[in-house]
C-alpha cells in the first residue's frame, strides 16, 4: 500500500511552452501533497506544499506564478512550470501524506524535466 | 527553521566494512526521521522511519538511531556491499514538512 505515482517519468520541451506533472496517490486518499526539486549532485529542495481544496504554501524564493499548483482532489496534485526556461531543467519529486497516517510521506518515482 | 546535516559528504570504503552515517538537525521538535536510498537519476528508498518515540530502528544490515534531544541520527550499515553504494539521505519532518539533509554519496569497493 502507499503507493504514489507520477506522470510523465520524463519530459523534454521547448524554451518557453508549459509542462504539467501529474502526482497520484493510487491506493491512498492525501490531504498534503508536497513538491520538491532535486539538482543534479544537490539535495531536494522543498518548491512548495499543498493542501486539497486549498492554495498551495509557496517556500521562499519558489515563484508561484511560474509553478502553478492544483490540488483538486484527494488523490491528485499537478505541477505545471510555465514559460519554462533551460535552468528550469530538474528532477521534480512529489510526496503525498495519507489521512490516516500521522506525518508519513509517501514519495513518488520523480520526473526528469529538460528544457531545450 | 529547521536545517539538517549529514555527515560525511562523501565515502569510500572497501566491500566488507561497516560503517556509520551522521545526520544532525537544528529543531528537536520532531515528528520522525527518515533514512532514504536514492540511486543516480532515480528516486527515494525508504530505509528506515523512526517515530519521535523511539530510539531506533533495524531492517536486515541496516540500524538507525535517533538522539531527539541532542539533534542526531546515525545510520550503521554492517558488512557493506558494492550493491550499497548510494547516495543515503536523512529527512526529518515536523508537523509542517519535511527537510532533507545533502546526503552522504557511498561508494563500496568490491
Known amino acids: 500500500g502507499a503507493v504514489v505515482s507520477q506522470h510523465p517519468s520524463w519530459v523534454i520541451c521547448k524554451s518557453g511552452t508549459s509542462v504539467k506533472i501529474e502526482c497520484r496517490s493510487l491506493?491512498?486518499?492525501?490531504?498534503?501533497m508536497f513538491w520538491y526539486r532535486q539538482f543534479p549532485k544537490q539535495s531536494l529542495m522543498l518548491m512548495a506544499t499543498?493542501?486539497?481544496?486549498?492554495?498551495?504554501?509557496?517556500e521562499q524564493g519558489v515563484e508561484k506564478d511560474k509553478f502553478l499548483i492544483n490540488h483538486a482532489s484527494l488523490t491528485l496534485s499537478t505541477l505545471t512550470v510555465t514559460s519554462a526556461h533551460p535552468e528550469d531543467s530538474s528532477f521534480y519529486i512529489c510526496?503525498?501524506?495519507?489521512?490516516?497516517?500521522?506525518?508519513?510521506?509517501?514519495f513518488g518515482p520523480g520526473t526528469r524535466l529538460t528544457v531545450t | 527553521k529547521q536545517e539538517v546535516t549529514q555527515i560525511p559528504a562523501a565515502l569510500s570504503v572497501p566491500e566488507g566494512e561497516n560503517l556509520v552515517l551522521n545526520c544532525s538537525f537544528t529543531d528537536s521538535a520532531i515528528y520522525n526521521l527518515q533514512w532514504f536510498r536514492q540511486d543516480p537519476g532515480k528516486g527515494l528508498t525508504s530505509l528506515l522511519l523512526?517515530?519521535?518515540?523511539?530510539r531506533e530502528q533495524t531492517s536486515g544490515r541496516l540500524n538507525a538511531s535517533l538522539d531527539k534531544s541532542s539533534g542526531r541520527s546515525t545510520l550503521y550499515i554492517a558488512a557493506s556491499q558494492p550493491g550499497d553504494s548510494a547516495t543515503y539521505l536523512c529527512?526529518?519532518?515536523?508537523?509542517?514538512?519535511?527537510?532533507f539533509g545533502a546526503g552522504t554519496r557511498l561508494t563500496v569497493k568490491p
Open positions: 529527512a526529518v519532518s515536523d508537523n509542517n514538512d519535511m527537510r
Open positions: 510526496s503525498a501524506r495519507a489521512l490516516d497516517r500521522t506525518y508519513e510521506q509517501y
Open positions: 499543498s493542501n486539497e481544496g486549498s492554495k498551495a504554501t509557496y
Open positions: 523512526i517515530q519521535s518515540s523511539q
Open positions: 491506493d491512498f486518499q492525501a490531504t498534503t
